[in-house]
């Protein structure tokens, strides 16, 4: 069986990394600069608990509600739970009609965000303490971008170290979809969780699939430290480690297994992720079982329900809603993602060995019934964002396939030529039309941006779907300029292919 091969170089190359950091990053902070305040799924609540977490603001029940409330500047008012902002699901409405207020007393707002586990908004609501008003609303969204960019640089990493990579950058590719730069862009635990769930697919192909570690201890801190970072984020993120988990051993050989078994510095980093989930559980596992109890006492389930929802789901998955579930990307774009990341699969499954085809059939499997399984007993509460950490891996996993089924013969450079220009223009269509939702309202002629209603405070609308364009062209420019095929000199590594 072809595995995909380690190169033999140093554990991290720190001019490749940084080059990735800074093109994912100015895709990121477009987005951020962009999107009206507020417009981000239950960004609000999050804010307020971002807030809260970073000045000690303790929670105050409201006797009316009884709900708990925190004390919060009046900037941060407008996007509170149960304060929406005006043009919150209604998609023909612009985001002109919210001003935000930065003088005036702070006021008592509620925080649905109030059972989620405090780490994520320790992490980045620290630039409340050093400015305020709107700026510092938007500084939470750009050091949120700053760690998802590092995260999703680290996984580039790990697939650049591998051999053959064209397959595996193609995964990655397909598997950034508009949701996922869009979540790492605005203030939810969500985009973090995502972008750690990346590094840990990439990272966990590197120690299950790689022909050869020449750095065992920095292969195991690729996939460990996102692994502890996904654990502590989401109130079901125990639940998605563990299935990323799962898969990742699936995919691993017997000999690569009895190898990490053996490695102290896995064990190391299997001991500090068993060690974050307790802190999760033990912080935050109580309130997140109480609530999911609650729930689904106060909705119930419902199985047909849940098949209803399928195609809703898949297409949350896929990118082709964002904001507050009201921005309707083009028919175009979920196209575009949906056949690749099916090219990709079916081609895995087809042409793979064994143990990925059945790891990669599982995982579709799980897609499809993870949401009929928790819809039998609670509905409605899924969305498609929580169910990206696992999602994420199928084109991922797809490429290691594709790798095993060319069998040692390179990609058609042809395929990317394809592609990547193909996945390029969706992403700018879909940050083009999600600007044009709130510039104009969703159904507006695509003139707006020349007169438009709303106007980001970051520019002139015009001019940030230049610059997005540019910033996504580079990307894709750089994962292709990644694809290459090696130097001559690392062709055959020593002790040529595994079979």
């Known amino acids: 069986m072809l595995q995909a091969q380690e190169l033999p170089e140093a554990p991290v190359r720190a001019g490749r990394f940084a080059l990735s950091f800074v093109l994912v990053f100015c895709c990121l902070a477009a987005w951020a600069l962009a999107m009206p305040m507020f417009s981000g799924t239950d960004e609000g609540a999050h804010i307020v608990r971002a807030y809260a977490v970073v000045h000690g603001e303790s929670s105050s029940v409201d006797p009316a509600t009884g709900g708990e409330t925190f004390l919060v500047p009046p900037v941060i008012v407008h996007g509170g739970n149960g304060d929406d ?52 609303l938007y500084l939470i969204r750009l050091f949120g971008a700053v760690l998802v960019a590092l995260l999703l640089a680290l996984a580039i990493e790990s ?8 397959p595996l950058l193609l995964g990655v590719a397909v598997a950034v979809t508009p949701a996922v730069l869009y979540f790492g862009a605005t203030v939810s635990p969500s985009g973090l969780t995502i972008a750690a769930a990346f590094a840990v697919w990439t990272g966990g192909i590197v120690l299950a699939r790689s022909e050869r570690l020449d750095h065992p201890g920095w292969a195991a801190a690729r996939m460990g430290l996102p692994l502890c970072v996904l654990i502590l984020l989401r109130r079901d993120s125990v639940f998605w480690a ?19 078994v053996r490695s102290r510095a896995m064990w190391a980093w299997v001991g500090a992720s068993v060690a974050c989930a307790a802190v999760q559980l033990a912080v935050s596992g109580a309130e997140t079982g109480a609530s999911v109890a609650g729930q689904a006492g106060a909705t119930g389930g419902n199985f047909w329900g849940a098949v209803g929802d399928a195609s809703w789901i898949a297409r949350q998955i896929q990118g082709g809603v964002l904001g507050s579930l009201d921005v309707h990307l083009p028919f175009p774009v979920l196209y575009i993602f949906v056949v690749s990341t099916g090219f990709l699969v079916i081609g895995a499954i087809g042409f793979a060995g064994r143990q990925v085809s059945l790891t990669l059939l599982a995982m579709s499997l799980a897609v499809a019934a993870i949401p009929l399984g928790l819809g039998s007993v609670r509905w409605p509460y899924l969305q498609g964002r929580y169910m990206l950490p696992l999602t994420v891996g199928l084109p991922i996993v797809a490429g290691l396939g594709i790798v095993e089924g060319l069998r040692g013969t390179p990609l058609p450079r042809r395929i990317l030529w394809l592609l990547f220009p193909v996945l390029a223009f969706a992403q700018v269509i879909s940050f083009a039309q999600a600007l044009r939702r709130y510039v104009s309202g969703a159904t507006a002629d695509w003139w707006i941006f020349s007169r438009p209603r709303w106007q980001p405070p970051a520019g002139h609308p015009t001019l940030l779907v230049v610059l997005y364009t540019v910033g996504v062209v580079a990307l894709f420019v750089w994962l292709y300029v990644l ?13 040529g292919d595994a079979n």
């Open 242 to 260: 563990a299935l990323l988990v799962v898969s990742l051993l699936a995919l691993t050989p017997p000999t690569r297994m009895r190898g990490l």
């Open 85 to 136: 902002p005006c043009f919150a699901f209604r998609p023909d409405q612009p985001a002109d009609c919210m001003d935000l207020h930065s003088a005036g007393p702070r006021h008592r707002v509620a925080s649905s965000a109030t059972g989620y586990p405090p780490f994520f908004y320790a992490f980045v609501g620290w630039p409340t303490l050093l400015t305020s008003g709107l700026a510092s």
């Open 159 to 166: 697939v650049a170290r591998m051999r053959p990579r064209a």
């Open 483 to 495: 694809a290459r095929p090696p130097a001559i000199d690392d062709d055959v590594p020593p002790g």
